[in-house]
């Protein structure tokens, strides 16, 4: 018994280690504190909150700020989420980082908030996800819905 689970975890791990992270392209920083274009295109702010993806733990506020081709990225003090090996912040269109139009955002250091990311974005992609994934399995761990901040 104990080698057929030994055995198991052993092509669990072979498997999981060959796991590709999702091609999405890097955003390119931004410094938060220069002064944005002005274009005459009001800001736009959405709010979601964290919910579990992939049977990991996650939860708590997330602001994006859309002003201009940038996006600042605020993950609040309440954010929280499952440990695992190489968390990465997305922007998507979808609940996967394979799928639509993924922005990788950074490398996030905690599994807690708060945090701040200031990036470039496509103003002609509509995102509406925050993602947090698991890139070395390549797997989801929290995903929010963005709507408009009332």
């Given at each position: 018994?104990?080698?057929?689970?030994?055995?198991?975890?052993?092509?669990?791990?072979?498997?999981?280690?060959?796991?590709?992270?999702?091609?999405?392209?890097?955003?390119?920083?931004?410094?938060?504190?220069?002064?944005?274009?002005?274009?005459?295109?009001?800001?736009?702010?959405?709010?979601?909150?964290?919910?579990?993806?992939?049977?990991?733990?996650?939860?708590?506020?997330?602001?994006?700020?859309?002003?201009?081709?940038?996006?600042?990225?605020?993950?609040?003090?309440?954010v929280r989420f499952t440990r695992v090996p190489g968390p990465v912040l997305y922007l998507n269109t979808t609940d996967n980082a394979n799928t639509g139009s993924p922005l990788r955002i950074a490398n996030l250091s905690s599994s807690s908030g708060p945090a701040s990311f200031t990036v470039q974005v496509d103003p002609s992609v509509q995102y509406t996800r925050v993602l947090i994934w698991c890139d070395p399995f390549n797997v989801g761990v929290g995903s929010a819905v963005m709507a408009?901040?009332?």
């Open positions: 018994m104990k080698i057929r689970r030994l055995a198991a975890v052993l092509l669990w791990l072979a498997a999981a280690c060959s796991v590709e992270p999702p091609t999405a392209p890097d955003a390119t920083p931004v410094d938060p504190g220069a002064p944005p274009e002005e274009d005459g295109v009001p800001a736009v702010t959405q709010t979601g909150t964290f919910r579990n993806l992939a049977g990991h733990s996650a939860s708590g506020r997330v602001d994006v700020v859309f002003d201009n081709g940038t996006a600042t990225i605020t993950l609040a003090s309440d408009p901040s009332p």
